[in-house]
């Protein structure tokens, strides 16, 4: 088993670092650079025109390592890291359409928020109702670090699945806004769940190759994206990996997990509705310089001091181990 983690790690390194020595300049040829938002901070405008849909290169590098190093489990009947592969590229795809609208129109707004809300609910019940009719999922909760489950009625538990879905996808996409910042943040996320893996043993491999591929993957594509940045993610990215951490927490049936181990994509998000929330009930006052919280910090937060691109991405990556092993203990003990 160890051996299948490794070879899934380290393909996936390999295969998305390769790629994206010939990606990046065919995407820089179809002139496929992202338009930045003119309401964010003003030093983000020398980005502008640098080439996005750079998950692409992760996305394939995972597909590559499910079917190589998660065949053998195939041929055994084991397909439940291809219903997730599946499930998270059904949101990369809404998320190229989204980057192909922005690209096409030359400005930083693709698919209306409608419409990309009503595609990632359909693909969220969707993948919850398939995997409840294989038998993958089961409408009970685990409760980490206490032990008990708790027993919910099947349509309360698909409502509750399809929100805690969606919002991680979203989510995932509100941190990805400076350099490097939701891949570091998320390669710890991604740890945890082959780490698990190890933990738990042999029924859950072809999950850990999944994240162990997608691990290797990110790592592969932050060679491009540490800061300064060669290429985006773009929300070709960014929903593909959403979609991928939410189906592995509802895969290793441990959903209520992500309080912890997505503490960083909740400060993000919640920093995000408090600004727009307090903006329209106070008239126009705000509670941070700027939201998301990543920009808050960059614009001298509360404190005066100006967070440059690096420090945010080690601070929010730190900050994603601490709990990613914090998840881990708090889940550790389940099948022991």
């Known amino acids: ?81 291809i219903f997730v592969l599946l499930f998270a590229c059904v949101f990369g795809a809404i998320g190229f359409l989204d980057d192909w609208e922005k690209i096409r129109h030359h400005q930083n707004t693709g698919l209306s928020a409608k419409a990309k809300f009503l595609l990632q609910l359909a693909a969220a019940l969707v993948f919850v109702l398939l995997m409840r009719h294989i038998g993958y999922l089961r409408p009970n909760l685990y409760v980490p670090f206490s032990g008990r489950i708790i027993h919910m009625p099947e349509w309360l538990y698909f409502v509750f699945a399809a929100f805690v879905i969606v919002g991680t996808v979203n989510a995932v996409n509100i941190t990805d806004g400076v350099d490097g910042l939701a891949t570091g943040t998320s390669i710890p996320v991604c740890l945890f769940f082959v780490a698990v893996t190890f933990a738990w043993g042999r029924n859950y491999l072809q999950l850990g190759i999944f994240a162990s591929a997608l691990t290797g993957g990110l790592l592969g594509f932050l060679v ?20 991928a951490v939410a189906a592995l927490a509802f895969a290793y049936d441990i959903p209520l997990i992500l309080i912890t181990l997505g503490i960083i994509y909740i400060i993000e998000t919640l920093s995000d509705i408090i600004q727009v929330g307090y903006f329209k009930l106070s008239h126009g006052k705000r509670v941070f310089r700027m939201a998301p919280f990543h920009h808050h910090l960059e614009m001298g937060g509360w404190t005066g001091k100006k967070w440059k691109e690096k420090e945010l991405f080690v601070l929010f990556t730190g900050i994603s181990l601490v709990f990613a092993i914090i998840s881990f203990i708090g889940v550790y003990s389940r099948y022991m």
């Not at 995972?62 to 890291?81: D, K, N, Q, S, Y």
């Not at 491009?224 to 979609?243: Q, R």
């Open 1 to 81: 088993m160890t051996i299948q983690l490794i070879c899934a790690f380290v393909l996936a390194f390999c295969f998305s670092t390769a790629f994206g020595k010939y990606y990046i300049p065919w995407l820089r040829k179809l002139k496929a650079g992202q338009e930045i938002k003119s309401n964010g901070p003003t030093w983000h405008n020398s980005k502008a025109g640098t080439p996005t849909m750079g998950g692409v290169m992760f996305i394939f590098a995972v597909i590559f390592v499910c079917l190589t190093v998660g065949f053998e489990g195939m041929l055994h009947g084991e397909f439940v890291h």
């Open 224 to 243: 491009y994206n540490f800061n300064p940045a060669k290429v985006f993610m773009g929300d070709t990215g960014s929903l593909f990996l959403g979609g």
